[in-house]
């Protein structure tokens, strides 16, 4: 597994080389290094000269990919795209355009995204698994009908809308919990509650009708019928064989997105006015902050990585036909 | 069974998470208990601030925090209007000494012309002292604690408040003088260095001596100090330890305004030696991050991602809020508190709110003190009349919500390129097709549609509340609209058809050409929202039959276009940096051009007889012969139109029953110090607003277990009566 493990990590280089090079296209397609001097140093007054001292001072008036004024290997390391990008493999991710270290940053903001991401994710498969193990439990009858349907409405209801009408529902109208904000420890809790529920309620559609299929798909298997025809009651059976067997592809599904927790979401994070890496990177984008931008899309890259890494090898853990090579 | 065991022990952890959380009486306060009855002020910030650096900040959100810690020599009084300068620190109102080439004096009412420079002496008053910072902190010998960090003692710092001991010292002369030489640091960049330096003598040179001095200096890992006292300025000098010196070139009295804002706020030149010790910048500790001033208040608390939290400055110089102000501020009870001591509130609580649709919610829940009113939220909180006026909802009123307006000191407008071959030049045949433009687009109807009323149509370029701009018949634009019954109606489509005629573009075509006229309009955007604006925009110049051809771009593109003069129409607008009429006035003086000076003059209109008026204008002080002036240049650009003069926003600001002293000052960025909350009857109304509505929870537990019920039901059946089929089968 070990040798798997390695081979997978080098396939990794020559991707997030990739990954790179395409976010640095893509970025400085839409921004040029005058852009970005304009954008830090303010809308008015700006002179020529200030613009070119911003650029000097980071590094901004090399030549971004080839420099043609130099010779040798120095053709490609003395570019923009070379010091912004190789320092990232070694997790170096410099400062960002106003001067703030983003590695400490990140580690800041990191938590806040978790903090929601992790109960979402744990709450989300304790109700999606057992909504789905219900509704499979009594197919055929209005459950299973009335389910379907619903989980078909909920599949059809953007995120915003969940986001905007539960703040209005329980926050507002109810008084339950804060409508938004966020703090630490203990405190933080009552602000944890309704982004938490409305990530939950907003999942069941899709979640149940994927989680359902899984199961239905158990349930039609010979072993299946063998414990029933053995007289097992059906609860047993759901529970004990069918969920059982249904965790592979559940765990694909769950493993790889792990690592991907800590990069927040964007829109629920801004809505609820929380501090995690989804609105540190919505707002290096407004601000046109590539120090931070390229940062923020090298550790997606590697965190998605990784997560292809774990479920390969929790496949393994779960079943013990499949072996890595 | 299993089921329902889930669904009450999933009920009963959402109940204890929101109890654990939640305060006896209200469990969607979004602050500590502890807090309710306290005399903190709740308010909210959208984006982090870039700079707190007063050399560089040059943003409202950043000035909402930097003008409550520095403080600049001279201020805005709160109440007066138009706005007035008065002392801060300073002792009185700087008074200029003209003199000539020769250095003799001049007396005050000399043309601008003869002037060679100007002086103004400053004094400051004695026994201000700066807020608590580890900065001033010194042993028994006088030394300073902190000036001197090894690396390794700064291992243990990552924070300002991981320095044990604080300081303070008076402030000084010195420190003004410090601050004005920043703005000539290699390194920091001001924005204002540039006009500074056109002004203050020797200033520009002085930045080039810092240049070079700065590049010799020895630097750790790529930090140095560069010691601004041992570079002699030649235009500003201490007099004495109160009392300062600025010379500036020619006249210009626009620097007193310039002494309003905190670029001329004083910085002790220990917070700059503290700062710029190698292993700082790495911690995130730095003058951007933690100010130093001797204002009302000082930053407790700087985590942009989450809050920042304003304290009261316990070394407080101490001020008395205003006596005097306009004739109806007694009727409105703003000088109640006349005469009392500032500040009023102890803290200020800022959080993180992007979005405005939570913000204005919590407003409404009384966790918030103030609030504008956004787009999404406006019919909720305002009403306007049938003859247009404006008042609050029920709703509103009876939660004792008060509404005040003003019309801001910023223009948005559409403009002209005035170097296209089209739209652009000074003869007949452009003038007149942007005059008939100028009448079809109607800015009445644009300000009722996209912006709910909030706004005025504009006469010319300079707002309302400012020197220069004249209300009434005398005030209108007489190529767009006519005086009808004491108000100002915009001339009918058939006006603008026939300039438009007489312009060669008799329906819409080009008479040379014979081909129709295509206007291209250069916007950024164009996404969903956008649509209904600009589809709007294109319907205006279709009553003149011109087609608008939208071009739409990014912002960065659209800057560069700007910056080479390739856009045709644009849009753009300017909040005054200070309340003087030159300030919108340079916008169309000519070396200002966008294209050829890389000034602010968009539409780079280059008029000589407007140039003139405007050198003559600038430096003069507000006079009748100044207003006559101002009114010769508003009558060239009305008729050159290179503007569509668009608009000057109005502002609508909300507030509560508990919060006084609410008067928009647009000018005055530092008026926290005056607002005055009650905190007992805020949280007798938050109480009151917020307590919590349980049944619904419980309406919907008992719908899902009724819907899950004959489910069950079956299914027991099932299970039970299966095996007693069998025992009887068998």
Request: with cysteine; glycine share 8%.
């Amino acid at each position: 597994m070990l040798a798997y493990i390695i081979r997978r990590v080098l396939y990794a280089l020559p991707i997030l080389m990739g990954v790179n090079l395409i976010t640095f296209t893509l970025f400085f397609v839409v921004n040029s290094p005058e852009d970005m001097a304009r954008m830090q140093l303010g809308a008015k007054h700006v002179t020529e000269e200030a613009i070119d001292k911003w650029k000097a001072e980071r590094g901004y008036d090399k030549p971004l990919l080839i420099n043609n004024q130099a010779s040798g290997i120095a053709t490609f390391t003395d570019t923009i795209f070379y010091d912004k990008s190789v320092k990232l493999f070694a997790f170096e991710f410099g400062s960002a355009d106003d001067g703030r270290d983003i590695g400490y940053d990140i580690s800041q903001r990191m938590w806040p995204s978790l903090a929601i991401a992790l109960p979402n994710l744990i709450l989300g498969l304790l109700a999606y698994i057992t909504f789905a193990l219900l509704v499979a439990f009594f197919r055929g009858t209005y459950m299973d009908v009335g389910g379907v349907i619903l989980c078909v409405v909920l599949m059809s209801v953007s995120g915003l809308f969940y986001i905007i009408g539960g703040q209005y529902l329980v926050g507002k109208l109810l008084h339950l919990v804060p409508v938004s904000g966020y703090d630490v420890g203990l405190e933080s809790i009552k602000f944890l509650i309704l982004p938490v529920l409305i990530g939950v309620v907003a999942g069941i559609g899709s979640s149940t009708r994927w989680y359902r299929t899984i199961f239905l798909e158990e349930i039609g298997k010979d072993y299946v019928r063998t414990a029933r025809a053995k007289g097992m009651p059906e609860l047993a059976v759901l529970f004990k064989h069918v969920l059982k067997n249904a965790m592979i592809p559940i765990l694909t599904g769950v493993v790889v997105i792990l690592p991907l927790l800590f990069m927040g979401s964007l829109i629920t994070e801004s809505f609820f006015g929380i501090p995690g890496l989804g609105s540190y990177t919505i707002d290096a984008i407004s601000s046109q902050d590539f120090a931070i931008v390229r940062a923020m899309v090298f550790l997606g890259s590697v965190l998605y990585i990784l997560g292809l890494i774990l479920t390969d090898i929790s496949y393994t853990l779960v079943d013990p036909r499949i072996k890595l090579s | 069974m299993t089921v329902i065991k889930h669904i009450s022990s999933w009920t009963c952890l959402v109940f204890v998470l929101l109890l654990a959380g939640c305060d006896e009486k209200t469990w969607n306060n979004p602050y500590p208990r502890d807090d309710a009855n306290k005399n903190i002020l709740y308010s909210s910030f959208s984006e982090r601030p870039k700079h707190l650096d007063p050399i560089k900040s040059y943003s409202a959100s950043e000035y909402t925090f930097i003008a409550q810690i520095y403080e600049p020599p001279l201020q805005y009084h709160y109440l007066k209007r138009p706005y007035t300068l008065v002392p801060l620190t300073a002792t009185e109102m700087p008074k200029p000494v003209y003199f000539d080439k020769a250095g003799n004096p001049l007396s005050l009412d000399i043309p601008a012309e003869q002037i060679a420079y100007t002086i103004y002496d400053i004094h400051i008053q004695p026994g201000v002292k700066y807020q608590p910072h580890p900065a001033f902190a010194t042993n028994e010998k006088g030394e300073h604690l902190y000036h001197e960090l090894s690396l390794s003692e700064l291992e243990k710092i990552h924070i300002l408040d991981d320095f044990v001991q604080t300081g303070t010292r008076e402030l000084t002369a010195a420190d003004y003088v410090y601050q004005i030489k920043r703005l000539a640091h290699p390194k920091l960049h001001s924005p204002i260095f540039g006009i500074m330096s056109d002004y203050i003598v020797g200033l520009k040179e002085y930045g080039q001596t810092l240049a070079k001095a700065y590049e010799t200096l020895p630097k750790q890992q790529d930090v140095a100090y560069l010691d601004l006292q041992q570079y002699p300025l030649e235009g500003v000098q201490v007099i004495d330890r109160y009392s300062y010196r600025i010379k500036v070139n020619g006249k210009y009295p626009q620097l007193l305004y310039w002494l309003a804002m905190p670029f001329f706020a004083p910085m002790p030149a220990e917070a700059d030696r503290f700062y710029s010790q190698s292993g700082m910048a790495e911690r995130n500790i730095s003058l951007d991050w933690y100010p130093v001033g001797t204002g009302p208040y000082m930053l407790t608390v700087n985590n942009p991602n989450l809050r920042m939290v304003l304290e009261r400055n316990p070394n407080f110089h101490g001020e008395a809020y205003p006596t005097e102000g306009m004739p109806d501020d007694i009727e409105t009870g703003l000088l109640e508190d006349a005469g009392k001591p500032l500040p009023f509130v102890d803290k200020v609580v800022y959080n993180l709110e992007k979005e405005t649709i939570p913000y204005w919610n919590k407003f409404l829940q009384g966790y918030y003190d103030t609030s504008g009113i956004s787009s999404d939220s406006f019919d909720q909180a305002v009403k306007v009349g049938e003859a247009g006026e404006v008042g609050l909802t029920e709703e509103m009123i009876e939660k004792g919500i008060g509404l005040s307006t003003a019309v801001a000191t910023s223009s948005f407008y559409m403009g002209f390129n005035m170097l296209d071959p089209v739209t652009g030049g000074y003869d007949d045949r452009a003038r007149k097709l942007r005059q008939a433009i100028s009448i079809a687009v109607d800015y009445e109807e644009y300000i009722s549609i996209f912006r709910n009323g909030r706004g005025i149509a504009a006469q010319g370029p300079i707002p309302p509340g400012l020197f220069g701009n004249r209300q009434g018949e005398r005030g209108i634009n007489s190529y767009v609209y006519d005086w009808v019954n004491g108000m100002p109606q915009r001339k009918p489509i058939d006006a603008a058809k026939k300039l438009l005629q007489e312009a060669g573009y008799a329906g819409g075509v080009d008479a040379e050409t014979g081909k129709p006229l295509v206007l291209h309009f250069d916007v950024t955007g164009g996404g969903p929202d956008d649509k209904a604006l600009l589809e709007w925009f294109r319907k205006q110049f279709k009553k003149l039959d011109i087609q608008l051809m939208l071009r739409n771009t990014d912002y960065n593109r659209f800057r560069e276009k700007m910056r080479k003069g390739s856009a045709q129409i644009f849009m753009w607008g300017w909040n005054a940096d200070y309340p003087d009429p030159e300030n919108f006035l340079f916008l169309l003086h000519g070396p200002n051009g966008k294209v050829k000076h890389h000034g602010e003059n968009a539409a780079n209109y280059d008029n000589p007889e407007f140039n003139r008026l405007f050198e003559q204008m600038k430096n003069m002080d507000n006079s009748p012969e100044r207003q006559i002036i101002i009114d010769q240049m508003v009558e060239v650009v009305r008729s050159d139109a290179p503007w569509l003069w668009g608009l000057h926003p109005k502002q609508f600001a909300l507030s509560h029953a508990w919060y006084f002293n609410s008067k928009p000052n647009l000018m005055a960025k530092n008026s926290l110090k005056y607002k005055r909350i009650d905190p007992i009857l805020r949280d007798e109304k938050r109480k009151q607003w917020n307590a919590p509505v349980v049944w619904p929870i419980w309406l919907i537990i008992i719908g899902l277990l009724l819907a899950i019920l004959p489910a069950v039901v079956t299914y027991w059946r099932k299970e039970h009566q299966l095996p007693h089929r069998q025992a009887r089968l068998d």
